[in-house]
């Protein structure tokens, strides 16, 4: 009779013990040993164990015109290895997934209901581990023209400039309401319960950017939300400081990031001196400086007339421009001296524009 | 190269003063009960196999679950304390290990069932300091390491058909992509 492997006999506490001090890939690993290994290290409460032991991966969600990604893997760039993560997505129900959105380990897509319908659904998942969910029901004329915002605790918000949707953890149904935007909304971002976009008040001739907000206080159409302009007299210029401003989420907890051209003057056209990040505080509407990109680096997207900026959670802000090849990162959270670095192990050499999103895989996180 | 010299020599200066030490602290009466009295009364344990061993007061502390019986029974210490799960072989290394210090090479030198006997006693005997130290050594000679030297390591049999265990790979294929191991 075989003699069962001494390591079976010890608690299952302990093994967890063991296993919890391996990296969050290795883990994964193990779960291929044994039907047991299969059971131990895939329990709910080990993978709620796991995550706070463990820093969420940080990957960037990538697409470009020239390289689209297959239609049942999601490709996801891993900066720390510099290398691609191939997620399968065979466990939507699905067709032609197009991930939009993430928020706090959950990934919003747009996908097919079947392959002849143009019928679209917007789907939360969790690629980690194989979860998801359907949101509530949307005309088609929502994913064509709108903008899907995401936050914590199931936030979504769907915008347009004529019109938002929004639904909040697991309502049935979407509130809908009017935007009241003088123009387009650019670099819309939800946080917590408010909306923040920028729109352009000026003239054909020259931008004039500023920031609104909306607040969502209930989803019950009784308190209809308002977008109203955010400003404060102390911030002065800072809007036209910046060539092209986007916002981008800042990390976790209460910061928008304006990213731009810093421009070298206040004429039109101005070239720009460099590519700066601007930081607002929501708790307290003060700006002050991030970062901004080293000489060597902007030399780069010197020449370019624009370029396309994202980011996410983790503070981490991506720079794509075209005919450059390769990415610019900036990660906050990076070792002093490291907050700049390039990605350039893109397919096709990186060719053309970038647009994309942070992503954290998180094991907890439950769609 | 130098420096690997040194930290074996000074382990070495170490172990000398440890076993020094150890005939002075460690106090392990086997087969009949002492009649040494000590400042600080050592604590009796009795083992699996009916050895009794006596020992320090600072040592049981760390042993949450005898901590608590004691501390249950108005401290009363005359009387052995019953460990069924523990044999005496394993609480003589429990208590060499701590004597060393906690030393890893120690350890190391144990085969893997005798170590997995030391988890389970730590688990028993609630020593979290011990218990650590032991999974994270565990976790050392795993980490970096294939699935089938895992399977090797802690003698596994691999219950997985073919297809199965392709589908776990397939299904997790972010986490087994590029992974690089060395064994």
């Known amino acids: 009779m075989e003699e069962e492997a001494g390591i079976y006999r010890l608690a299952e506490d302990s093994l967890r013990q063991i296993f919890c001090r391996l990296p969050l890939r290795e883990i994964m690993i193990c779960r291929s040993v044994s039907k047991f290994f299969l059971q131990l290290l895939s329990t709910p409460s080990f993978l709620q164990v796991l995550s706070s032991s463990h820093p969420p991966l940080q990957l960037l969600a990538l697409r470009n015109r020239h390289h689209t990604p297959s239609h049942t893997s999601l490709p996801l760039f891993d900066p720390a290895t510099k290398s691609w993560l191939h997620f399968p997505l065979d466990f939507l129900p699905f067709h032609s997934p197009l991930p939009v959105a993430s928020s706090l380990g959950l990934l919003y897509l747009w996908a097919h209901n079947n392959s002849n319908s143009n019928s679209k659904s917007l789907i939360c998942c969790n690629p980690l581990t194989r979860t998801f969910r359907v949101l509530p029901h949307l005309g088609s004329a929502w994913s064509r023209h709108g903008s899907v915002l995401v936050d914590s605790e199931d936030r979504v918000m769907v915008l347009t400039e004529l019109a938002a949707l929004y639904c909040h953890r697991n309502t049935s149904t979407w509130l809908k309401f009017s935007s009241n935007l003088p123009s387009k909304p650019r670099s819309s971002l939800l946080i917590n319960d408010s909306a923040f976009a920028l729109c352009d008040v000026g003239s054909p001739w020259r931008s004039q950017w500023k920031l609104f907000s909306c607040t969502i206080k209930s989803t019950t159409t009784s308190v209809v939300p308002v977008w109203s302009p955010l400003d404060r007299h102390e911030w002065g210029d800072v809007f036209d400081v910046l060539n092209r401003p986007r916002l981008v989420r800042g990390g976790h907890g209460n910061f928008i990031l304006m990213v731009g051209g810093l421009k070298s003057s206040f004429a039109l056209n101005a070239p720009c001196s460099t590519i700066l990040v601007l930081r607002l505080d929501l708790d307290n509407l003060r700006w002050d400086e991030a970062a901004r990109m080293p000489p060597e680096m902007f030399r780069a997207f010197r020449e370019s007339t624009k370029f396309k900026v994202f980011g996410g959670a983790g503070d981490m802000v991506c720079f794509s421009a075209k005919r450059i090849g390769k990415l610019a990162l900036w990660d906050r959270r990076a070792s002093e001296g490291h907050e700049w670095r390039w990605i350039d192990n893109l397919p096709e050499n990186g060719k053309g524009l970038y647009r994309g999103f942070v992503f954290e895989g998180r094991l907890n996180a439950v769609p | ?183």
Request: hydrophobic content about 40%.
């Open chain 2, 1 to 183: 190269m130098g420096e690997k010299g040194e930290s074996s020599k000074s382990a070495m200066l170490k172990h000398a003063e440890e076993e020094e030490l150890n005939t002075k602290r460690l106090k392990t009466v086997e087969g009949e009960e002492s009649n040494m009295v000590e400042e600080t009364e050592n604590i009796k344990l009795k083992t699996s196999d009916e050895i009794i061993f006596e020992v320090e007061p600072s040592i049981v502390k760390e042993m949450v679950t005898i901590q608590t019986f004691i501390e249950d029974n108005n401290n009363e210490t005359s009387i052995p304390i019953p460990l069924p799960n523990v044999t005496s072989n394993t609480l003589r290394r429990i208590l060499e290990f701590k004597a060393r210090g906690f030393d890893e090479e120690f350890v190391k030198t144990l085969g893997m069932d005798e170590v997995f006997e030391l988890i389970l006693a730590a688990n028993y005997l609630n020593m979290k300091t011990l218990l650590d130290i032991l999974t994270k050594i565990i976790a050392d000679f795993i980490k970096n390491k294939s699935v089938e030297f895992v399977r090797k390591f802690f003698n596994i049999v691999n219950d997985f058909t073919p297809e199965e265990e392709a589908k776990i790979r397939e299904e997790n294929a972010w986490a087994f992509e590029g992974f690089e191991c060395d064994d």
